[in-house]
């Protein structure tokens, strides 16, 4: 039984990736977004819990055993059909059509209920299985949910590093699904050596009455209390790591997998181990107080700890906020440090359950009923710190104001605990006294960010956060005579530079001077501004709507344009030509039918997470059908799979050298090389661009070699990156290959003969 609930956790993890992947492109990629699919996923889990407490303890153990191999076979039946409604009804045919919060929180959950009910009524059903003892109840329910969850810690780092990467999105589903049946096999196996005994049902006088005699630790619903507000709690936890360490590690597709994992390993092994003390223990209540409370005044030193630590040797040398830290020493160094941040609190906290289940396992006619509301509490808690902390406090006290709010909650439990039962009790005393110091000692937002951005005492700063990230903007010139110079960070990555970096003004303007009459422009993705305003560099742009994912990239931007009101970025705020917003690009194209004569998009790194979302196959067709006939699609082309997916979807195609900048039509591009070194030394033109960086001219240099170029009738390779396998965000599975290489002779010759590539 261990075996097959390791299995179940291990599966669980990887449709939970999955899922919340594919529901992602139908809900968007914002936060909000992102909190109605894990809303929906967690009410199929508490939908699940609610259902198991109600009939687990009137079934026999063998039907109880029975009733959870049914469970998991119907989660594996739906793992393997679920791309069908999740991603080609949902992600593919109603992204865009449905609009309403509350109708995408609707389907997400319709898409959603049939798996989650069934994952959240197998706990309850296993402990009416095992329940045969009264005094080992809470030590074998415990054991096997630790097990369960060390699993899905397990199936969150190999899914995230090997198996996803590998297999792509759909044979992680199958992979998943043939874990569940190794459950259901081994469950089955178990069958004759359980009671067919089925318990009569009790008459609800007696249940009542034997409910009030058998609490000597307090009242289910009390502890139930108690479990909601610890799982707020260690989600949250759980979310502010994901952002402190996005921000110090560079935010990459293994990056919430890896935080994810250890916590979800160091949960399982703190159950694991408080499940062999749980017997031995007359009153769990102190030992629950000490090691939740604990658990965050470690976590909160930790923190602590990191955010001093940072600036300075060794650390400095691998997780400077200059540097890339994807690959190499930043990546080893952001591991290690995420294991000793994450681990040792999850470690705490995951002994909490255990102890729980020793105060209200008290009578083996309704272990399935407490097992039940018990994780329903959980499930409840969990969705709360999740959606309460990735909507709610992160938009309105930000990252360390979160910390302390959990400071807050953490010195309340503690203190109602003392004021009832435990006055006089040292160790109580001493965390509560530890977590309430951690509302002083922890920083505030403006000096967190500051030190993880290297901001020194001569700097003046640009920054924001909210629910959808973090930017910040470090200006090295103190003076400001001649406007802002330093670097523009967006969830960790420095994105860009303010004065723009040439190639940023080259991707934004080359489109609108190619194209014979750009009239409407959409750029999606802001960044440090350099492309939306490079894309206004043509008279006939009559508009150009820029679209950014993080909004306090606008709210960076705009403090820069207040602090240098003739500089091109106050321009853009001010002129109504250009239209600034915050949403989701991808999104945004899949919604209304506007036609646009220039798409851009200044597309982040193929290595960072989500990444894939701008690359794929299916993205592309979504930007061709919103371009109007003639139109030009304009994007970066970092790796050699970019350039093979984009040239799979548009007829006409041309690769930009050496800068490695593609364009896409369904017609002819009007390309001349000379043509367009002319345009872009117009005095308009030049005027226009030097307003965004005065130190560069020479465009015409980013495009002066031999450009690749296909036709209808190129020979293709065909589309390599797709929504359901974006290889190269899974960057440490599959090489990334770069352009330069396509532009080599010999190389094209060879593609060219074997007809594998242009």
């Given at each position: 039984?261990a075996?097959?609930?390791?299995c179940s956790?291990?599966?669980?993890?990887?449709?939970q990736?999955?899922?919340?992947?594919?529901?992602?492109?139908?809900?968007g990629?914002?936060?909000?977004?992102?909190a109605?699919?894990v809303?929906?996923?967690?009410?199929g889990?508490?939908?699940?819990?609610?259902?198991g407490a109600?009939?687990?303890d009137r079934?026999?153990?063998?039907?109880?055993?029975?009733?959870?191999?049914?469970?998991e076979?119907g989660?594996a039946?739906?793992?393997l059909?679920s791309?069908?409604?999740l991603y080609?009804?949902?992600?593919?045919?109603l992204?865009?059509?449905?609009?309403?919060?509350i109708?995408?929180?609707?389907l997400?959950?319709?898409?959603l209920v049939?798996?989650?009910t069934l994952?959240g009524?197998s706990?309850?059903?296993?402990?009416?299985?095992?329940?045969?003892?009264?005094?080992?109840?809470?030590?074998?329910?415990?054991?096997?949910?630790?097990?369960?969850t060390l699993?899905a810690g397990?199936?969150?780092?190999l899914?995230?590093?090997?198996?996803?990467?590998?297999?792509?999105?759909?044979g992680a589903?199958?992979?998943?699904?043939?874990?569940?049946?190794?459950?259901v096999?081994?469950?089955?196996?178990?069958?004759?050596a359980l009671?067919?005994?089925?318990?009569?049902?009790?008459?609800r006088?007696?249940?009542?009455?034997?409910?009030?005699?058998?609490?000597?630790?307090?009242s289910?619903?009390?502890?139930c209390l108690l479990?909601?507000?610890?799982?707020?709690?260690?989600?949250?936890?759980e979310?502010?790591w994901?952002?402190?360490?996005?921000?110090?590690g560079?935010y990459?597709?293994?990056?919430?997998p890896?935080?994810?994992?250890?916590?979800?390993?160091?949960?399982?092994?703190?159950?694991?181990?408080a499940?062999?003390?749980?017997?031995?223990?007359?009153?769990?209540?102190?030992?629950?107080f000490?090691t939740?409370?604990?658990?965050?005044?470690l976590?909160?030193v930790?923190?602590?700890?990191l955010f001093i630590?940072?600036?300075y040797?060794p650390?400095?040398?691998?997780?400077?906020a200059?540097?890339?830290?994807?690959?190499?020493?930043?990546?080893?160094t952001?591991?290690?440090?995420?294991?000793?941040?994450?681990?040792?609190?999850?470690?705490?906290?995951?002994?909490t359950f255990?102890f729980?289940?020793?105060?209200?396992q008290?009578?083996l006619?309704?272990v399935g009923?407490r097992?039940?509301?018990?994780q329903?509490a959980?499930?409840?808690?969990?969705?709360?710190?999740?959606?309460?902390?990735g909507?709610?406090?992160?938009?309105?006290?930000?990252t360390?104001?979160t910390l302390?709010?959990?400071?807050?909650?953490?010195?309340?439990?503690?203190a109602?605990?003392?004021?009832?039962e435990?006055?006089?009790?040292k160790?109580?005393?001493?965390?509560?006294a530890?977590?309430a110091?951690?509302?002083v000692?922890l920083p505030?937002?403006?000096t967190?960010?500051?030190?993880?951005?290297?901001?020194?005492?001569?700097h003046?700063?640009?920054?924001?956060?909210?629910r959808?990230g973090?930017?910040f903007?470090r200006?090295d010139?103190?003076a400001?005579?001649?406007?802002?110079?330093?670097?523009?960070f967006?969830?960790?990555?420095s994105?860009g530079?303010?004065?723009f970096?040439p190639?940023?003004q080259?991707?934004?303007?080359?489109?609108?001077?190619?194209?014979?009459?750009?009239?409407m422009?959409?750029?999606?993705g802001?960044?440090?501004?350099?492309t939306?305003?490079?894309?206004g560099?043509?008279?006939?742009?009559?508009?150009?709507?820029?679209?950014?994912?993080?909004?306090?990239?606008l709210?960076?931007?705009?403090?820069?344009?207040?602090?240098?009101?003739?500089?091109?970025?106050a321009?853009?705020?001010?002129?109504?030509r250009?239209q600034?917003?915050?949403?989701?690009?991808?999104?945004?194209?899949?919604k209304?039918?506007?036609l646009y004569d220039?798409?851009q998009?200044?597309a982040?790194?193929?290595e960072?997470?989500?990444?894939?979302l701008?690359?794929?196959?299916e993205?592309?067709?979504?930007?061709?059908?919103r371009?109007a006939?003639?139109?030009l699609?304009?994007?970066?082309?970092?790796?050699?799979r970019?350039?093979?997916?984009?040239?799979?979807?548009f007829?006409?195609t041309l690769?930009?050298?050496?800068?490695s900048?593609?364009?896409?039509?369904?017609?002819?591009?009007p390309f001349?090389?000379q043509?367009?070194?002319?345009?872009?030394?117009?005095?308009?033109?030049?005027?226009?661009?030097?307003r965004?960086?005065?130190?560069?001219s020479?465009?015409?240099?980013?495009?002066?070699?031999?450009?690749?170029?296909w036709?209808?009738?190129t020979?293709?390779?065909g589309?390599s990156?797709?929504?359901?396998?974006?290889r190269?965000?899974?960057y440490m599975?599959n090489?990334?290959?770069?352009t330069?290489?396509l532009?080599?002779p010999?190389?094209l010759m060879?593609?060219?003969a074997?007809g594998?590539?242009?």
């Amino acid at each position: 039984m261990a075996i097959a609930f390791f299995c179940s956790g291990f599966g669980a993890l990887l449709c939970q990736i999955v899922w919340q992947r594919m529901l992602g492109i139908f809900a968007g990629s914002d936060t909000v977004s992102a909190a109605l699919v894990v809303g929906a996923f967690l009410a199929g889990l508490g939908l699940g819990s609610i259902i198991g407490a109600k009939i687990a303890d009137r079934l026999s153990p063998r039907n109880a055993m029975i009733g959870f191999a049914l469970a998991e076979g119907g989660v594996a039946l739906f793992a393997l059909v679920s791309k069908f409604f999740l991603y080609d009804f949902l992600a593919m045919d109603l992204a865009g059509v449905v609009d309403s919060p509350i109708a995408i929180f609707a389907l997400c959950f319709a898409g959603l209920v049939l798996p989650t009910t069934l994952m959240g009524a197998s706990l309850p059903l296993l402990a009416r299985a095992i329940a045969t003892n009264l005094d080992t109840v809470a030590e074998r329910i415990s054991s096997l949910y630790g097990l369960n969850t060390l699993g899905a810690g397990l199936g969150a780092l190999l899914g995230g590093w090997v198996i996803v990467g590998n297999l792509g999105f759909v044979g992680a589903l199958v992979m998943a699904a043939g874990l569940d049946v190794i459950a259901v096999i081994l469950a089955l196996t178990l069958l004759p050596a359980l009671s067919r005994e089925t318990p009569p049902p009790p008459a609800r006088a007696a249940v009542a009455a034997a409910a009030s005699s058998a609490e000597p630790f307090g009242s289910l619903k009390l502890w139930c209390l108690l479990v909601f507000l610890s799982g707020y709690v260690i989600v949250a936890l759980e979310i502010v790591w994901v952002r402190l360490l996005g921000q110090v590690g560079q935010y990459h597709a293994y990056l919430f997998p890896t935080v994810l994992g250890i916590f979800l390993l160091a949960d399982g092994l703190g159950m694991a181990v408080a499940a062999r003390m749980v017997r031995r223990m007359k009153d769990p209540r102190p030992a629950f107080f000490i090691t939740q409370a604990g658990g965050f005044a470690l976590a909160a030193v930790l923190i602590l700890a990191l955010f001093i630590a940072l600036p300075y040797w060794p650390i400095n040398q691998f997780l400077s906020a200059d540097v890339q830290r994807l690959r190499g020493g930043g990546l080893a160094t952001t591991i290690i440090l995420t294991l000793i941040v994450v681990g040792p609190p999850s470690f705490l906290i995951g002994m909490t359950f255990p102890f729980v289940q020793r105060a209200v396992q008290q009578d083996l006619a309704s272990v399935g009923a407490r097992v039940g509301w018990v994780q329903l509490a959980n499930i409840l808690g969990n969705a709360a710190g999740s959606i309460g902390t990735g909507i709610v406090t992160f938009h309105l006290l930000g990252t360390a104001g979160t910390l302390k709010l959990l400071a807050g909650l953490s010195v309340l439990l503690l203190a109602g605990w003392l004021w009832k039962e435990g006055r006089g009790r040292k160790p109580e005393m001493a965390l509560a006294a530890a977590c309430a110091l951690a509302l002083v000692a922890l920083p505030g937002n403006a000096t967190l960010w500051s030190r993880l951005h290297a901001e020194q005492p001569n700097h003046l700063v640009a920054w924001a956060e909210d629910r959808s990230g973090v930017a910040f903007f470090r200006d090295d010139n103190a003076a400001g005579q001649d406007g802002p110079h330093g670097p523009f960070f967006i969830q960790g990555f420095s994105q860009g530079r303010i004065p723009f970096l040439p190639i940023h003004q080259f991707l934004g303007a080359v489109g609108p001077l190619v194209h014979p009459d750009p009239k409407m422009v959409l750029c999606i993705g802001i960044g440090s501004g350099g492309t939306p305003w490079a894309a206004g560099v043509s008279a006939a742009t009559q508009q150009v709507r820029a679209i950014e994912l993080v909004g306090p990239v606008l709210t960076a931007l705009e403090q820069i344009g207040n602090r240098y009101p003739q500089g091109p970025i106050a321009e853009m705020f001010r002129n109504p030509r250009w239209q600034l917003e915050y949403g989701d690009g991808r999104r945004a194209l899949s919604k209304g039918e506007q036609l646009y004569d220039v798409i851009q998009a200044d597309a982040i790194l193929p290595e960072g997470s989500h990444s894939g979302l701008l690359y794929s196959e299916e993205f592309l067709q979504q930007v061709r059908r919103r371009l109007a006939p003639g139109g030009l699609y304009v994007q970066w082309a970092p790796t050699q799979r970019v350039v093979e997916t984009f040239s799979s979807v548009f007829p006409h195609t041309l690769l930009l050298m050496p800068s490695s900048v593609i364009i896409g039509s369904d017609r002819p591009i009007p390309f001349d090389a000379q043509a367009l070194a002319r345009r872009f030394a117009e005095p308009a033109v030049q005027a226009h661009l030097a307003r965004g960086n005065t130190a560069f001219s020479d465009y015409a240099a980013l495009f002066n070699r031999t450009p690749l170029a296909w036709n209808p009738t190129t020979p293709r390779a065909g589309a390599s990156l797709t929504d359901v396998f974006p290889r190269d965000e899974f960057y440490m599975n599959n090489t990334v290959t770069g352009t330069q290489a396509l532009a080599r002779p010999q190389d094209l010759m060879l593609r060219a003969a074997t007809g594998s590539r242009p």
